[in-house]
C-alpha cells in the first residue's frame, strides 16, 4: 500500500514543495503510525524549506530531501512493539517539528498528545503549535494578571490572533501591532491597533499609556524592536520575545540585551520563548496546557482564525499564501475528506 507525502527537493521557495509516494510499513519498535487529519503551515515551515542558517544542527536545519510540517492531529492507525501510551483509533497531535505535510506519520508514542474526538480537526492542529505558543508566553513565561496593559507585536498572525482570544479571556488591556488591513480583528478582541506602516508603536504607546505598560509579547525578535519596547515597560515589567531572528548575529546580539536588561536593577524582565523546551525540558507543563487549551475550545470560549483550508498536497499552494503576507490567523491543510466546499474560507472569530 502507497501513501504520499510533500517534500522539501532543495532549498527555496514554494515551487520545490513536491508530491511523493511511499510505501506503508508497520510502525518500528515504540512507534505509532498515525493517519493524518490536519497539519498545520506556520513560519516555522517556511524557514525549514528556505534552509535558513540559524537553523543548521537542529531539526528545522534538516537537508533536502524532508517533508515539512511542525504540528498534527490524527488517528492512531497502528502501532508498534511495546507501545503502551496509544492504542488504534485514538486521536492525538504531534509537535513534529519537520514530517507533518504527509497522508500518514510514524512517531514516538511517548510524545503524542492526547485530543478528544469532539473537536474540529482543523481548529485542534492550530492549538499544537499557535495556541500553545500564546499561552504559554502569556500565562508561563510574562505570568500575566487580569488588567495588565500588554502590547502585542504581530498580532495579526496565528500566534497573534490566538494571544489576542487568549489575553481577552485573562482580562489583559491590549495593544496590538499589524497592518491596517488587518485591524478589524484586533478590535473584535478588543485590542487598540497601531499600524506599523504609518504608526511608530513607541510614540502611539507613550501618548496612550505615559506611565509604561506590563508586557510585551513580541513575535518579530528584531534589535531595534526590542530596543524601543523595552523603553515602554515600567518597573517590574515583562518582555517575552518567541519570534524567529535573522541569523546567529542579531540573536547573539538579542541575548546579550537580555542578559544587560535582566541584570540591570530596574525590575524588568526579558525571556525568549520556543518549542524547544518541550523537546529539552520536561514535557508535562505543556501536556498541561493542551489539555487546558482543548478545554477552552471544546467550550467555545476560544475559536481558531483560519484563512484558508487546503488538502495536505496542495501544501505549495499554502506556503505560497503564508509567504504573501497577506494571513489573517491560521493556514491548515487537511486530509481531503475533511475538506468542505470550494472556498474554504476563514473561520470568523468569536
Given amino acids: 500500500m502507497k501513501y504520499k ?5 532543495k532549498t527555496g521557495g514554494p515551487e520545490v514543495l513536491q508530491v511523493i509516494e511511499n510505501n506503508l510499513r508497520r510502525p518500528s519498535k515504540g512507534e505509532a503510525r498515525i ?17 535558513e542558517a540559524l537553523y543548521s544542527g537542529t531539526p528545522l536545519g534538516k537537508k533536502p530531501p524532508f517533508v515539512p510540517g511542525y504540528a498534527v492531529i490524527g488517528d492512531v492507525d497502528a502501532v508498534g512493539e511495546g507501545v503502551t501510551e496509544a492504542a488504534v483509533g485514538d486521536r492525538v497531535g504531534a509537535l513534529t517539528v519537520v514530517g507533518g505535510y504527509s497522508e500518514y506519520l510514524y512517531w514516538r508514542s511517548d510524545r503524542l498528545i492526547p485530543v478528544p474526538t469532539t473537536l474540529d480537526p482543523a481548529e485542534a492542529v492550530t492549538l499544537i503549535l499557535n495556541f500553545i505558543v500564546a499561552y504559554q508566553a502569556l500565562h ?3 505570568k500575566v494578571k487580569v488588567g495588565e496593559k500588554v502590547l502585542i507585536i504581530g498580532a495579526s498572525g496565528g500566534i497573534g490572533t490566538a494571544l489576542l482570544q487568549l489575553g481577552k479571556l485573562a482580562g489583559l488591556k491590549m495593544y496590538g501591532v499589524a497592518s ?6 484586533l478590535k473584535d478582541y478588543g485590542a487598540t491597533p497601531i499600524d ?8 502611539v ?17 528584531g534589535l531595534d524592536t526590542i530596543r524601543g519596547a523595552l523603553s515602554l515597560l515600567q518597573r517590574g515589567g515583562r518582555l517575552v520575545s518567541f519570534g524567529e531572528p535573522a541569523g546567529f548575529p542579531d540573536l547573539f546580539r538579542i541575548l546579550g540585551t537580555f542578559a544587560a536588561v535582566n541584570l540591570l536593577p530596574n525590575g524588568k524582565s526579558c525571556k ?24 477552552l475550545l471544546e467550550e467555545g470560549k476560544i475559536k481558531p482564525v483560519i484563512e484558508k483550508k487546503y488538502s495536505i498536497l496542495e501544501a505549495a499552494q499554502a506556503n505560497e499564501l503564508l509567504e504573501s503576507g ?25
Avoid at 5 to 9: L, P, Q, Y
Avoid at 180 to 185: A, D, F, N, V, Y
Avoid at 272 to 295: C, H, I, R, V
Fill in 140 to 142: 508561563r513565561s510574562a
Fill in 196 to 203: 506599523y506602516h504609518t504608526q511608530d508603536f513607541v510614540e
Fill in 5 to 9: 507525502s510533500v517534500i522539501v527537493t
Fill in 205 to 221: 504607546i507613550r501618548r496612550a499609556e505615559p506611565d509604561g505598560i506590563d508586557i510585551v509579547l513580541d513575535g518579530t525578535m
Fill in 180 to 185: 491596517k488591513s488587518k485591524h478589524p480583528i
Fill in 35 to 51: 493517519k493524518v487529519l490536519a497539519a498545520s503551515v506556520c513560519r516555522p515551515d517556511v524557514s525549514a524549506r528556505r534552509g
Fill in 326 to 350: 497577506t494571513v489573517t490567523g491560521n493556514l491548515v491543510l487537511l486530509a481531503p475528506e475533511l475538506l468542505q466546499g470550494p472556498d474554504n474560507g476563514q473561520t470568523q472569530p468569536l
Fill in 272 to 295: 525568549p520563548y520556543g518549542t524547544s523546551f518541550y523537546f529539552l525540558g520536561d514535557k508535562q507543563p505543556f501536556l498541561e496546557d493542551w489539555a487546558t487549551l482543548f478545554k
